[in-house]
């Protein structure tokens, strides 16, 4: 990711943001079906948190 | 929100035949394959023989106070849609043949990566599409033609979707 900082050219920047995107997709999609539970659950509770403050904002 | 907690339940259900077998499918089951996107609701297929027993089951979660939201039974805190086999022949397959998994102990079935494509071919919504480019990346494509074949019609010509979803890729 580090290499990204450098890149001047837009086209090579997309092209390597979009590789190490698929890198990261990958390695998540290997995770054991029980690790990805626990990171959804995490989600589900991060969205609640951000319902609950938006929620609160408006009013 | 437990899915385990969920699960658990829905096997207990299964062991005192409230429901016949079932194999989770939906965003879920999405999740079992590709990396983990945001989801709140557990579909489960179920093998049902009649709709009345399909009625029978939401019989069964009213008369035990479980939490009714439109369609969904709030089993555990999570959102539990049930689909019946009766729906079309393809979730029945989907169930009889789905993969069977293990959850930190907790014995459940997950749908095959091919009925799951067939399955967002059906609903066919925009976030469906992105989706099963990237499962079809996973799909043994001789068995997915071979079910999207058999289980394709008029109003669902499901071949014809896939190949407008790659079209647009």
Known sequence: ?59 | MSFLGAVATLNNLKKNSIIGDYAIGGGYAVNYYLEPTLTYDLDILVLVDSDSDYYALYKYFRENKYKIENVCVVIEGLPVQFFPSTISPLYGEAIRLARKITVKGVPSKVIRVEHLIALLLVSYRPKDKIRIVELLKLANKGLLDEILVRFEDEKTPLRQRLRRVLENI
């Not at chain 1, 590789?19 to 079906?33: D, G, T, V």
């Open chain 1, 1 to 59: 990711m580090r290499k990204l900082l450098y890149v001047k050219d837009s086209e090579e920047f997309w092209k390597i943001f979009s590789l190490e995107r698929e890198k990261r997709q990958k390695k998540l999609a290997n995770l054991p079906f029980a690790r990805k539970i626990e990171i959804l659950e995490m989600m589900q509770s991060d969205a609640a948190l951000l319902k609950e403050s938006k929620e609160a904002n408006e009013t």
